[in-house]
């Protein structure tokens, strides 16, 4: 996708000049594309046509069909479980008992798993492996949940379970016409590619996925017409709300957010700087609809820092978020200081954007 397509989001300053303003010494560039549950392009910046691949913002949708198909019955699943499926979860004790628990009732092995290993995103959990001397599990991985996930549906579909993983299986082929239709998508218009875990992903263009997070709030409203899709849209949303710190872990931008919005809204990251956002209907006051949220920083952001900067942003000038709901997640953005490495303030790190509202922004 050319740059084009993306316009300066976040921008980093270093220093004074003689008339006292900081400056700007680089730029992280991106777009987003705010949709309604009815299709409604209600703000963006940047192309909000821009395809790129959700990465482990997909994890919500890929739950999907195992769930419509009664994987929550069948295995007696907890609502606790169901986020950690559609987690990219830290790796702490206390969510791999929660991830051993699925993989006892629905009969997977941790060998089982294809999605690889590597350190828990949890410092002090990585901290203590080291120390024990502990080697690295597959469990461990963040996206642990929901390659089980998909074990637990290969099991349930009595499909074979080794290769998993492949495009071609048929789970596979059911998460991608499921993601697909969220998306309002044919499956020819979704390109798929490999994860960092193995597992396939997908690239669409950032209205469609924030559509398909606005239908995932409000399916009913967002013409989902097959009722046990519209059932498990609940459970996902209901899940992920109320088990807020199975989704991430803590200190993570996910968790933390859904926490201080306490049930209205829920995020879900990827990486390479993708961030997804559903606001549940009535999230922005008594009527309002469903809203969908995808963002994309072009540089890939490894740090973070911009994505949930500019996500903050965002959800502060659709009014998703309270001064006081800022306040309480101000270690993220929208504005941060810059340190160097004697914790001395040596600049700051700002919105530079403004959204586009279409007749003013998102309606009742």
């Known amino acids: 996708m050319a740059i084009t397509s993306y316009l300066p989001l976040l921008e980093l300053t270093r220093g004074f000049s003689s008339s006292g303003e900081q400056t700007v010494e680089s730029v992280h560039f991106g777009a987003a594309a705010v949709v309604d549950v009815k299709g409604r392009l209600v ?56 991830v051993q628990g699925i993989q006892q009732k629905t009969g997977v092995h941790e060998s089982d798993l294809l999605c690889g290993t590597h350190p828990p995103i949890h410092t002090e959990t990585a901290n203590a492996l080291r120390e024990r001397g502990e080697a690295l599990s597959q469990n461990r991985h963040n996206c642990s949940g929901k390659h089980t996930g998909m074990l637990a549906f290969c099991r349930m579909e009595n499909q074979p379970s080794e290769n998993y993983i492949d495009p071609e299986h048929p789970i596979q082929k059911a998460i991608l016409k499921t993601f697909a239709e969220m998306c309002d ?35 009913e409203n967002g013409k989902v017409t097959i009722s046990e899709r519209a059932d498990a849209c609940h459970t996902i949303t209901a899940a992920m709300t109320s088990h807020p710190d199975m989704v991430g872990g803590p200190g ?3 968790t933390d957010v ?101 007749n003013g922004g998102p309606s009742a």
């Open 185 to 219: 998508l044919t499956v020819d218009q979704v390109s798929v590619g490999i994860d960092g875990c193995s597992a396939p992903n997908f690239a669409v263009p950032l209205y469609n996925a924030a559509l398909a997070y606005a239908r995932l709030c409000d399916p």
């Open 258 to 358: 859904m926490i201080v919005a306490g049930g209205r809204i829920v995020s879900k990251g990827g990486a390479e700087g993708y961030q997804g956002l559903g606001l549940l209907p009535g999230a922005l006051g008594k009527g309002s609809p469903a809203l969908g949220v995808a963002i994309k920083i072009s540089d890939g952001d490894q740090k973070d820092r911009a994505t949930h900067a500019v996500s903050l942003e965002v959800l502060r000038q659709l009014g998703a978020l309270s001064s006081g709901d800022v306040m309480q997640l101000n270690k993220y953005g929208p504005t941060f200081p810059i340190h160097n490495w004697r914790k001395l303030t040596v600049g700051e790190a700002r919105p530079c954007f403004k959204l586009n509202q279409e």
């Open 43 to 98: 703000a963006w910046i940047g192309n909000q046509q821009t395809i790129t691949y959700l990465r482990s913002t997909a994890k919500p949708f890929q739950a999907l069909p195992f769930l419509e198909r009664n994987g929550k019955s069948a295995y007696n699943l907890t609502t606790r479980e169901i986020a950690l499926i559609c987690a990219s979860h830290s790796g702490t004790d206390a969510h791999v008992k929660v």
């Open 252 to 254: 993570r931008f996910d």
